[in-house]
Every structure is written in structure tokens, then in C-alpha cells.
């Protein structure tokens, strides 16, 4: 589900009082925050991370494991917390890699955050400030939410142009074949005389039939066209006729 703006604030508002930063700057947040800024079930993150204690982790606690966390760690993170730098790396899972459970939001937190870092963005929401002056560059709330809204509509922009192209694509297919058709049948598609009066709405009998078809078939040798003959179940043989000779039989009006 893709959260607007506004929903993602009211998120932000509600997991403020489970994100706490130490003395060092250091950030720590709930597995119910980190779920609820992923855009996942916080029950199915527990689940994964609980892994870390089986001999088969799930791809979650393997990747954290890779970043260099202790699997004990992992299993403590229900009590104390997810550390700042891990909870990038479950954005960056559940927004890249977590396959059919990857979520939108996850992505665009995760493409804002990388711009200055969770850390920095936690310790702005909690009022943390250094002892000592600083040169680091912080997000503010609004600053996030103006980051994630600006990702949504980069987003929302390249679906729309992807399907543009889409269009263009299926249209000039669409001519092309067109033109291929209209090549391979220059005279226009082929017809017998009844399955082109019928084509036209029109009545005609066995003797009229036999009379155009007399026609067609001298106006095809007259252009050097060659009549393809098929079997018909009423007449036997019948000859079929380019679109272009049985528009002049039948506009002609003669017999």
C-alpha cells in the first residue's frame, strides 16, 4: 500500500516515542517503528529476525549478518531496539530485495534517508544535539516528508512516461503491421464472390454469383493476377478474388 505524505507524517508521529537516541548520537528504534517506516507487518519483521537463532536464517538476518551484525545481537533487538545503521538495511531489504514484500515506501524512505542517513534523521526527531558544535547536516521532519513526496512524483513521473513509450511502442507496431499486411496483399484481402456479397450485406443468387464470377475471373487475367481456387462445400470449386477486382465487379452493376 502507498502511503501520501500526510499518512506518512501521522506515521513519523506515531513511532516518535519509539525511537530514542544515546549520548553518543547513536540511534535506536522499535521493531514496530522500523515496520511501520518500512510498510510491513511488524509480527512477519519479528519472525525474520527471530531467525538469527536457527540454523537456517532467514535472507533478512543474512544480509544484516553480511553488514557485520552478531546474530545474538539480532535476537536482543526485540528488548533493545534496532540499532540506526540496521534499520537502514531492513529499508534497503524490504524496499529492493524482500521480492512480492517489497513496499513503495520502504523505497522512497530509503532513497531519502541515504541522502544524510537514518542516524541524523532520528536524532533531528528526537531534539538530539551534540555537546559540542557541528557541521553535520541534519533532515528535519518536513525536510523528510518534502524528500519522500518529491520521490513519489519522480516515481509517479517515470511510470507515466513508461507508458507513453508503452503506447508509442504498441502504435508503431500496430502501423507496421499494417503496412506488412498491405504489402502482402496489394490487390486488398481475397474473396469468393459469395463471401464478399455476404461481407457487404448483400442477397445474390447461384446465377448472379456465377456471372461476377465470370467477371472477377476475366479481370484477373487481364491484370495478371493469378486466382486461387479453394473447395466450397455448395459449388464445388470456387475462385477467390482480390478485394480490389470484386469492388469493380460488384460496383459495376452488371452481371
Known amino acids: 500500500m502507498t502511503h501520501t505524505p500526510t499518512e506518512i507524517t501521522q506515521i513519523i508521529e506515531q513511532i516518535r516515542q519509539e525511537i530514542n537516541v544515546d549520548s553518543n548520537g547513536q540511534g ?3 521493531i514496530r517503528a522500523t515496520a511501520r517506516l518500512a510498510d510491513i507487518n511488524d509480527a512477519g519483521l519479528l519472525r525474520s529476525l527471530k531467525t538469527a537463532a536457527d540454523i537456517s536464517h532467514s535472507k533478512l538476518v543474512e544480509k544484516l549478518i553480511r553488514k557485520g551484525f552478531e546474530a545474538a545481537d539480532v ?3 526485540s528488548q533493545s531496539g534496532i540499532p540506526d545503521v540496521a534499520v537502514a538495511t531492513i529499508l534497503h531489504y524490504y524496499g529492493y530485495e524482500a521480492g512480492k514484500r517489497c513496499s513503495q515506501q520502504a523505497r522512497l524512505a530509503c532513497e531519502a534517508f541515504e541522502s544524510v542517513g537514518v542516524r541524523a534523521w532520528m536524532q533531528d526527531i528526537t531534539g538530539w544535539t551534540k555537546p ?13 516528508l518534502a524528500a519522500i513526496a518529491q520521490q513519489m512524483a519522480e516515481q509517479e513521473q517515470r511510470l507515466i512516461q513508461q507508458q507513453q513509450q508503452q503506447a508509442e511502442i504498441l502504435e508503431r507496431l500496430k502501423a507496421v503491421e499494417v503496412e506488412q499486411d498491405r504489402v ?11 463471401g464478399f456479397a455476404n461481407l457487404q450485406g448483400l442477397e445474390i443468387s ?3 454469383a456465377s456471372a461476377k464470377g465470370k467477371k472477377a475471373s476475366a479481370l484477373c487475367r487481364k491484370q495478371n493476377i493469378e486466382i486461387e481456387r479453394i473447395h466450397d462445400p455448395r459449388f464445388g470449386r470456387v475462385g ?3 478485394e480490389s477486382i470484386l469492388i469493380d465487379v460488384f460496383s459495376s452493376g452488371q452481371n
Open 206 to 208: 447461384a446465377k448472379e
Open 132 to 144: 559540542a558544535p557541528s557541521h553535520e547536516t541534519t533532515m528535519t521532519q518536513i525536510q523528510l
Open 240 to 242: 477467390l478474388y482480390p
Open 184 to 194: 502482402n496483399t496489394p490487390s486488398g484481402h481475397k474473396y469468393s464472390i459469395v
Open 75 to 77: 535476537l536482543g533487538w
Open 28 to 30: 535506536k528504534a522499535s
